[in-house]
């Protein structure tokens, strides 16, 4: 019963990740997953044109190419980070028990 139910979560979330791919329709000119930094840029130019930026960036990256790669690899230490954390926890938690209870911990 529990492999079933991880089985349909696991295909839930690989259907939510996969259906805005095939559901959402380009439409001339418009990049569909965009970031929202073009868009606010062009947002404050409309409001304010003689709008300029406290500070520029220390570094910017050659491509848009390794921009991603940088977001995904630091998306990926965040994930990792917090699904440790996590994990020592429940760890922490189920020793903690274990002992109070004067049972091996294993």
Same mark, same amino acid.
């Given at each position: *019963? @529990? @492999? ?23 439409v ?10 073009? @868009?606010? *840029?062009?947002a404050? !130019?409309?409001? !304010? ?6 500070? =520029? ?5 050659? =491509?848009?190419?390794?921009? =991603?790669? $940088? ?5 990926? $230490?965040?994930g ?8 020592? =926890?429940?760890t922490?938690?189920? *020793? ?11």
């Open positions: *019963m @529990k @492999k079933r139910r991880n089985l349909l979560l696991i295909l839930a979330v690989i259907l939510l990740a996969l259906l805005p791919l095939w559901v959402v329709q380009p001339e000119d418009v990049e569909p997953f965009a970031g929202a930094d073009g @868009k606010a *840029m062009e404050v !130019s409309a409001i !304010s044109p003689d709008y300029e930026p406290w500070f =520029s960036p220390l570094w910017e990256p050659p =491509s848009a190419e390794i921009e =991603s790669l $940088l977001f995904a690899f630091q998306a990926a $230490l965040g990792g980070f917090i699904g440790y954390y996590l994990g020592a =926890s429940i922490r938690v189920r *020793m903690r028990r274990a002992w109070q209870q004067g049972k091996p911990c294993t």
